[in-house]
């Protein structure tokens, strides 16, 4: 099917730009997209950005730190539990990433704008769909055992 081949091209892209965008700011895709969840979710410990990223608590210390060091996080008692230490973004590093997702926003708002309303919902609703799958196929790939 024509959409199966289109969908890889997207994936690829995408995996690419992010690359470009991590080049940009000076860091890994990794650490640029765990720096996406935190600015997208708020102020998140370890092992919650651990558990978003599918990454272990160890691999999370090195992009954490990472993070620290580039200014981009930084680490602060946890207001609920002082035991536990929450990652928090550092506000004045963030307006370049901002700016790099608003044209990059404004460019897809621009295609959005040539569907009808009803065919954006259509759109988004397979998005939603594709997205939800893409999730719980990465779920069911981690619970398998890796090939031998």
């Not at 199966?4 to 965008?21: G, K, M, V, Y």
């Amino acid at each position: 099917m024509q959409a199966n081949a289109i969908l890889r091209d997207l994936s690829a892209s995408t995996i690419f730009l992010h690359q470009a965008i991590a080049d940009h700011l000076g860091l890994n895709i990794t650490d640029h997209k765990c720096l996406d969840f935190l600015q997208r979710r708020g102020p998140l410990t370890a092992g919650q950005l651990a558990d978003l990223s599918g990454l272990t608590t160890g691999a999370i210390t090195g992009v954490v730190d990472r993070l620290e060091k580039k200014g981009f996080v930084r680490r602060t008692p946890d207001p609920s539990d002082r035991r536990k230490t929450v990652i928090v973004v550092e506000p004045g590093r963030m307006p370049e990433i901002v700016d790099l997702f608003r044209m990059l926003g404004d460019r897809t708002d621009a295609i959005m704008r040539t569907y009808s309303p009803q065919e954006q919902d259509v759109i988004i609703d397979f998005l939603e769909n594709a997205s939800r799958l893409v999730d719980e196929f990465v779920q069911e790939l981690k619970r398998r055992d890796p090939p031998k």
